[in-house]
Nanobody
Framework: QLQLVESGGGLVQPGGSLRLSCAASGSTLDDYSIGWFRQVPGKEREGVLCTTARSPVTNYASSVKERFFVSRDKTNNTVSLEMGSLKPEDTGVYYC???????????????????WGQGAQVTVSS
């Protein structure tokens, strides 16, 4: 059973950078497509980006394009979300999610992700 744990959240000033990590146990994360989502109280969960496990494709929400990037570390069985040029509207709880569908990922269809981390708070404020 795949388990995911996020780390790296915190408080950052506007314009700053932050990296979130999603560490996996119980299975090889490289066999899963990954999605990163965020949620603010009172709002629906929003897909940030996703990347497929095979024939890698990465899809970005327009709000984060060219500011957020994803990378995999096979050695440590982790996936990282690199966030740059952060804005106050990037504030939220960020979740990594994994899907066993190797050639599919979506930032708008969270229901097809089988496994979720517990979330990491990111606050962008001066």
């Amino acid at each position: 059973q795949l388990q995911l744990v996020e780390s790296g959240g915190g408080l950052v000033q506007p314009g700053g950078s932050l990296r979130l990590s999603c560490a996996a146990s119980g299975s090889t994360l490289d066999d899963y497509s990954i999605g990163w989502f965020r949620q603010v109280p009172g709002k629906e969960r929003e897909g940030v980006l996703c990347t497929t496990a095979r024939s890698p494709v990465t899809n970005y929400a327009s709000s984060v394009k060219e500011r957020f990037f994803v990378s995999r570390d096979k050695t440590n069985n982790t996936v990282s979300l690199e966030m740059g040029s952060l804005k106050p509207e990037d504030t939220g709880v960020y979740y990594c999610a994994a899907s066993s569908a190797k050639y599919w990922c979506s930032t708008s269809d969270s229901g097809n992700y089988n496994y979720w981390g517990q979330g990491a708070q990111v606050t962008v404020s001066s």
